[in-house]
């Protein structure tokens, strides 16, 4: 009993890791995408900043993006081309990736089931959409690695670094 005790606390710790890093954002990312189609490595490198209003995500390479979460939308901005789009969240649906970065982990959550190890969170969503599983693997007491296989089932695997 004193063991399974221990194992909840610490992988509620979890967590409370992963909703620190996102609540303080100041992380920078390589994101790497497996076409299994075009049987190649595609990478992406940027980083992510949450102020108290919004979440930005710069996309630094291979094309120079940004993306500004305010409440209910997201200003997608081409840096090079000097382009602006809006898009509303409520276009992507059930979105458990994109709910995970904005509310954070919650342990009852009713879109989504959490699997947890001493190292890693699994989600599993409950919801009818394309991110049916999210994998948070920790080190350190960080966040190290998100991987998720998108709309398309091509594998991303997101390694974070603190700014």
């Not at 890791?17 to 954002?25: G, M, Q, R, V």
């Not at 120079?64 to 209910?72: A, F, H, I």
Request: charged share 25%.
């Amino acid at each position: 009993m004193l063991v399974l005790s221990s194992s909840n606390i610490y992988s509620e710790n979890l967590t409370d890791i992963f909703n620190a890093s996102i609540e303080k954002a100041n992380l920078a990312f390589t994101q790497s995408s497996i076409n299994p189609y075009t049987n190649s490595i595609d990478k992406s490198e940027g980083r992510i900043i949450r102020s108290n209003k919004s979440i930005l995500v710069f996309v630094d390479t291979p094309f120079m993006e940004k993306y500004e979460l305010y409440g209910d939308e997201i200003i997608v901005t081409d840096i090079e081309l000097d382009q602006i789009s809006r898009v509303s969240v409520n276009d992507f649906g059930d979105n458990t990736l994109l709910d995970i970065f904005t509310n954070g982990i919650t342990n009852s959550s009713s879109d989504y089931e959490l699997e947890q190890t001493s190292d890693s969170i699994i989600i599993n969503s409950l919801n009818n959409e394309t991110y049916n599983k999210i994998e948070i693997k920790f080190k350190e007491s960080k966040i190290h690695y998100l991987k998720y296989n998108d709309n398309l089932d091509i594998e991303n695997l997101i390694i974070f670094k603190d700014l």
